[in-house]
């Protein structure tokens, strides 16, 4: 298997010596055959033709040496490269234009495949994602406009559709190190966001009903520097369906 490989190996690097090869060695086997007819008493023109008859089309028979390596596909492949390399360099404003095109339709698909496999296919890592909804008001201004605290403060007591609803509102914090100050994504959650995410902390606990009162302490989530929701320049809601009908 060695041998073989070392052999193709050599076909494919130094194509034209094996080529050259072959043909002294089909030449000297048609000289061999042309002998035998000759010692019969054939001429030196009839026992060449009868060799040639008898081992077939020189063509033929080199192009069967060349499929006995098994590097016929190999080269049929090189050689198609070759011929397409010289045609693009030969209308190279024709080729200049396709590989454009090409770029961009494989740009344009693998954005559109990413934000399918976002959107649609691969589900939000929290419990339950399919029942996660954000809710949002509509006033005259636009169908999806910011919600003020006191708005989700009745919703949610008038709330008897959705299981759970909470707010957030990005809020993005400075902080200070050796280093120096570093600003760092944050935002403003209501007790139950991480709850109506079903989300659990990892070390520590959550954050417990009543500690998004003004007057309760500061309390501080961290994360692994991951979002956890897309942020927005407003206050957002989000819900948990429940049993009922929306």
Same mark, same amino acid.
């Given at each position: 298997?060695?041998?073989?490989?070392?052999?193709?190996?050599?076909?494919?690097?130094?194509?034209?010596?094996?080529?050259?090869?072959?043909?002294?060695?089909?030449?000297?086997?048609?000289?061999?055959?042309?002998?035998?007819?000759?010692?019969?008493?054939?001429?030196?023109?009839?026992?060449?033709?009868?060799?040639?008859?008898?081992?077939?089309?020189?063509?033929?028979?080199?192009?069967?040496?060349?499929?006995?390596? !098994?590097?016929?596909?190999?080269?049929?492949?090189?050689?198609?490269?070759?011929?397409?390399?010289?045609?693009?360099?030969?209308?190279?404003?024709?080729?200049?234009?396709?590989?454009?095109?090409?770029?961009? !339709?494989?740009?344009?698909?693998?954005?559109?495949?990413?934000?399918?496999?976002?959107?649609?296919? #691969?589900?939000?890592?929290?419990?339950?994602?399919?029942?996660?909804?954000?809710?949002?008001?509509?006033?005259?201004?636009?169908?999806?406009?910011?919600?003020?605290?006191?708005?989700?403060?009745? @919703? #949610?007591?008038?709330?008897?559709?959705?299981?759970?609803?909470?707010?957030?509102?990005?809020?993005?914090?400075?902080?200070?190190?050796?280093?120096?100050?570093?600003?760092?994504?944050?935002?403003?959650?209501?007790?139950?966001?991480?709850?109506?995410?079903?989300?659990?902390?990892?070390?520590?606990?959550?954050?417990?009903?009543?500690?998004?009162?003004?007057?309760?302490?500061?309390?501080?989530?961290?994360?692994?520097?991951?979002?956890?929701?897309? @942020?927005?320049?407003?206050?957002?809601?989000?819900?948990? #369906?429940?049993?009922?009908?929306?």
């Amino acid at each position: 298997m060695l041998n073989d490989l070392i052999y193709r190996l050599r076909a494919l690097v130094r194509h034209q010596r094996v080529e050259d090869e072959l043909q002294e060695e089909l030449q000297y086997h048609l000289e061999r055959e042309a002998e035998k007819y000759r010692e019969r008493g054939s001429s030196s023109d009839t026992a060449l033709r009868r060799a040639r008859l008898a081992m077939g089309g020189p063509e033929q028979v080199r192009q069967q040496c060349r499929e006995a390596r !098994g590097t016929r596909l190999i080269e049929d492949l090189l050689q198609d490269l070759y011929f397409a390399a010289r045609q693009l360099r030969k209308n190279f404003g024709f080729a200049a234009t396709a590989i454009a095109v090409f770029a961009v !339709g494989i740009a344009a698909s693998t954005a559109i495949y990413a934000f399918v496999d976002a959107a649609l296919v #691969k589900p939000l890592p929290y419990r339950d994602a399919t029942r996660l909804v954000a809710l949002y008001e509509r006033i005259p201004v636009g169908d999806r406009y910011h919600l003020s605290y006191l708005d989700y403060r009745a @919703w #949610k007591q008038r709330n008897r559709v959705i299981g759970s609803l909470d707010v957030y509102r990005p809020d993005p914090v400075t902080l200070s190190g050796a280093s120096g100050a570093e600003e760092a994504s944050g935002a403003l959650v209501s007790d139950g966001f991480f709850r109506t995410l079903g989300v659990t902390p990892f070390l520590g606990r959550n954050f417990r009903p009543g500690e998004d009162e003004p007057t309760a302490a500061q309390t501080v989530m961290l994360t692994c520097g991951c979002d956890l929701f897309p @942020w927005y320049a407003c206050e957002h809601l989000i819900g948990r #369906k429940g049993t009922g009908a929306i």
